[in-house]
């Protein structure tokens, strides 16, 4: 499986650089060495290991892309699956192509914009690419009082989190759920964490969940319509 999941990907990005694990301890072992910017990962291992090893993935790589294979899954599985920013998961047995033109496709999103770490350890990444929503709904999931700050071409924004809640987003003239939106929709940033040192009033009372769900929706439209 991981030779012909290797072979497709390569006929469609000849240019891609694949490094191939056959168990969790191999792919640990990568991602030590390694930047991974794109995951697929077969998940239905003996005692819980390929989701706990997503789970670390999505610690030290939370720009990543990841596609997830298994077998059969329970739906607690799979919502968890969900939470942890899977792009897509697939059954098995796979069709290799499919796996293949997903990432063909997710590959232009990561190479239109930066999707990496500069030099200085932050997040260089399109505001407009997935990565950038992946990024602060891993803070949402991992329950982080902090601030992101975003800056950009458009001005500089910030986004407060406590303990998981986002719960005010401010440009230099927006506060609550439109700075929010407008932060999102700059084309090209840069995120920063920060410490909450100064907890600014709520300003917006929509839980992340609906405010990530509003924002993914607004992107696709504007897609379809583009």
């Not at 012909?4 to 891609?16: N, Q, T």
Request: glycine share 8%.
């Amino acid at each position: 499986m991981l030779k012909s999941i290797s072979l497709a990907i390569r006929e469609l990005l000849p240019g891609i650089v694949i490094h191939t694990a056959a168990d969790v301890g191999e792919a640990q072992t990568l991602c030590a060495e390694q930047r991974i910017h794109f995951f697929i990962l077969q998940v239905d291992l003996p005692q819980e290991a390929g989701f706990d090893f997503l789970c670390d993935a999505r610690t030290f790589s939370p720009e990543a892309r990841v596609i997830t294979l298994a077998g059969q899954l329970s739906p607690e599985q799979e919502q968890q699956l969900q939470k942890l920013g899977a792009l897509e998961h697939f059954k098995l047995p796979l069709d290799t192509q499919a796996v293949a033109r997903l990432v063909q496709t997710h590959h232009g999103y990561m190479t239109s914009g930066t999707g990496l770490l500069d030099a200085k350890g932050e997040f260089a990444v399109s505001l407009m690419c997935p990565s950038a929503l992946d990024i602060i709904q891993l803070k949402c999931l991992a329950s982080a009082t902090l601030v992101l700050q975003i800056s950009s071409g458009y001005g500089t924004g910030r986004i407060y989190f406590d303990h998981g809640d986002i719960f005010h987003a401010e440009t230099a003239k927006l506060r609550g759920e439109r700075a929010f939106e407008r932060i999102l929709r700059w084309k090209g940033g840069r995120i920063t964490e920060l410490p909450l040192e100064k907890k600014p009033d709520r300003t917006i009372s929509t839980n992340w969940q609906g405010l990530l769900l509003n924002m993914a929706q607004h992107i696709d439209e504007n897609a379809v319509a583009n």
